[in-house]
């Protein structure tokens, strides 16, 4: 099965269509899952609690067709908690392997920075390569395997960091932020007369995409021509991380190829076969904010990591 890429920006709209029949709001979140869909990357979310981060994430797998899981990350968690195990069956007298929750399509890790490292480590492998090797075993996961994390800003008691490996996995971190007015008084109207948690099939959302579909559209993302100025462009502003005296550690190249192919994915989501820089300046933010450590003195003075990377936006040359 193949798709044009007028038929990938009309599998787009109609996601986009079927999501916003449940979820006021957060466009750009939901235009971020898509491209991390397409280009075969995973979605770390930050905000507040109560901003339906969940809920989203159960909305894009019910529109998409995605197996969904979840994790909810605690302290005591530990690895076989996420990856499963080989249990012994005494009715064959042998071990069976018993699958936890990461063998799913969307795997949603909630609240996963209330976990220690150890256990944040068991989704390195099946972040990095779609694999789970467990006893010495390797264990493919779906081609479609996607992780949307969540975590809580406010919350500084009883978390642990995720460390820089964990984070160079993700393609994006997103923060999500509190609604508009207009858009809480719209959430309140929508959900004010329910009771009991919220279900995407109460709100109507149909599965409009399914593992044959999403394979064409990740297909298509491949006949998205990257210019060689474009390429020049993303080297230079990554590069320009690692030159500010206000950034003490800067993005690597691994950056700039996952800023490449978000890049593609977001033109071909659009209909179009080749990148703009614009498409680059669009996802620069969401792709380099994890990715980048302030200096002491920068964090002293209260920069934001997302100022610095608009200034680099702003002081980098684009192709015309």
Do not use: W
Not at 31 to 55: C, D, N, R, S, Y
Not at 127 to 134: A, I, S
Request: net charge negative; proline share 6%; glycine share 6%.
């Amino acid at each position: 099965m193949t798709l044009s890429l007028a038929e990938t920006r009309a599998l787009a709209d109609a996601i986009r269509a079927e999501i916003g029949k449940a979820i006021v709001g957060q466009e750009e979140t939901i235009e971020h899952l898509l491209i991390a869909l397409v280009a075969q990357g995973h979605v770390l979310l930050e905000g507040p609690p109560g901003t339906a981060k969940t809920f989203l994430a159960q909305c894009f797998a019910a529109s998409t067709g995605l197996e969904f899981g979840r994790i909810q990350f605690t302290p005591d968690l530990l690895p076989g908690d996420i990856l499963g195990s080989n249990l012994f069956n005494f009715q064959t007298s042998q071990f069976t392997l018993t699958r936890g929750p990461i063998f799913r399509e969307l795997l949603l890790a909630d609240e996963i920075n209330r976990t220690p490292p150890k256990t944040q480590a068991a989704l390195l492998e099946a972040m990095q390569e779609r694999r789970v090797t467990l006893d010495g075993q390797t264990h493919a996961l779906s081609d479609h395997f996607m992780v949307v994390a969540t975590q809580n800003p406010i919350e500084n008691q009883g978390v642990y960091p995720l460390p820089e490996a964990q984070l160079d996995r993700f393609l994006f971190k997103l923060l999500v932020p509190y609604p508009s007015a207009e858009e809480e008084a719209a959430i309140v109207r929508r959900f004010g007369e329910r009771s009991g948690p919220p279900n995407p099939t109460d709100f109507g959302i149909a599965m409009v995409a399914d593992a044959a579909t999403l394979g064409a559209a990740q297909e298509a993302v491949k006949s998205v021509k990257l210019a060689d100025e474009v390429i020049g462009y993303t080297v230079a502003l990554v590069r320009a991380t690692r030159e500010s005296a206000d950034i003490a550690s800067g993005a690597s190249p691994r950056a700039a190829v996952v800023l490449a192919n978000a890049a593609r994915a977001r033109a071909a989501l659009q209909g179009r076969d080749y990148v703009l820089p614009d498409d680059v300046k669009a996802l620069a933010t969401s792709v380099l904010r994890h990715r980048l450590l302030l200096s002491p003195a920068a964090e002293i003075e209260g920069k934001l990591v997302e100022d610095l990377v608009a200034g680099l936006i702003e002081q980098t040359e684009a192709p015309k």
